[in-house]
DNA sequence: ATATATCCTATAGCTATAATAGGATATAAA
DNA sequence: TTTATATCCTATTATAGCTATAGGATATAT
């Protein structure tokens, strides 16, 4: 029940993008700039956020990053699950990406414990698959933080 | 959010303590054969569990462990905690143990991610904190398994 | 041509989990 | 009192995943 940095600086991320969406991309050492991120590291995130079909790039000067879709077609859960996998607490419990463990000497449809964890997965599910990147705009976020 | 494999043995270890509560303790060699686990690391599971007030131990011959309290007043939520810590995504937006990263660069009370992870945190608790011991009996277990 | 951007891959360092191991201590029963 | 059986306690290993750094290849606007 973890989030993983990677989610977390993505979260962080993706506002300026979306207060950007259908004006310019924003290049990688901008964002990381504002959030204090590691360049490298969220060269990384991006270009795998890329390769999940959340935003598109541009190379060369003045290139850089911006999302493929409105911001309110993006939900939290689908970039956290392009990141950090189902949101499910267990493997056997997701709903985007089942996967039961042929080892597992528990029947698939009466088990009790993927059955409670089926709950806990649609109740995460109800928070983060109806927040969109809408969520936050770049005027609150720069608001928020301190100084 | 992944639940430890500690965590899950505990919970298909603990049912069937709850089904002999106030009658025999059970020894770790017969939980552990019975759900197929490593003797010597169920060992360290239900120490541990007895280290948090949940279970109480008898050693010598004829010894084991018993639950300390009733099955319904053992919520699954707080067994989860004992072993993996906050239910909560990020530490800074747990319940039971709230911890702010004094680095955040963000404001405590108004941070927009950390809202957001209180209501999934909240979300979780609302199926865990709400669930007992007693979800589940022995005989439903035994039937449950495979052959 | 040059500066600037993404792209791609390798790798190091660190942390947490999972499991194994060996022996100390306590207790019931022979 | 001895023996068998149980918990208790600590150390160690193995593995896996996350975090971050690094170097250079490729594309593009100026």
């Given at each position: 029940?973890?989030?993983?940095?990677?989610?977390?600086?993505?979260?962080?991320?993706?506002?300026?993008l979306a207060e950007s969406y259908?004006?310019?991309?924003?290049?990688?050492?901008?964002?990381?700039?504002?959030?204090?991120?590691?360049?490298?590291?969220?060269?990384?995130?991006?270009?795998?956020?890329?390769?999940?079909?959340?935003?598109?790039?541009?190379?060369?000067?003045?290139?850089?990053?911006?999302?493929?879709?409105?911001?309110?077609?993006?939900?939290?859960?689908?970039?956290?699950?392009?990141?950090?996998?189902?949101?499910?607490?267990?493997?056997?419990?997701?709903?985007?990406?089942?996967?039961?463990?042929?080892?597992?000497?528990?029947?698939?449809?009466?088990?009790?414990?993927?059955?409670?964890?089926?709950?806990?997965?649609?109740?995460?599910?109800?928070?983060?698959?109806?927040?969109?990147?809408?969520?936050?705009?770049?005027?609150?976020?720069?608001?928020?933080?301190?100084?």
């Amino acid at each position: 029940m973890k989030l993983s940095k990677k989610s977390i600086y993505a979260l962080r991320v993706l506002p300026y993008l979306a207060e950007s969406y259908d004006k310019k991309s924003l290049s990688v050492a901008y964002l990381a700039q504002q959030e204090q991120i590691s360049i490298k590291y969220l060269e990384q995130i991006l270009s795998l956020l890329r390769k999940a079909g959340f935003l598109v790039s541009e190379r060369g000067k003045n290139g850089g990053y911006s999302l493929r879709v409105p911001p309110d077609e993006i939900t939290l859960g689908n970039i956290i699950r392009a990141i950090d996998g189902p949101l499910a607490p267990i493997p056997c419990a997701s709903r985007t990406a089942p996967h039961h463990d042929p080892n597992c000497p528990y029947p698939y449809d009466t088990c009790w414990l993927r059955h409670l964890m089926l709950r806990v997965r649609d109740n995460i599910s109800n928070v983060l698959d109806r927040e969109t990147l809408s969520v936050m705009t770049v005027d609150a976020l720069k608001a928020e933080r301190k100084e």
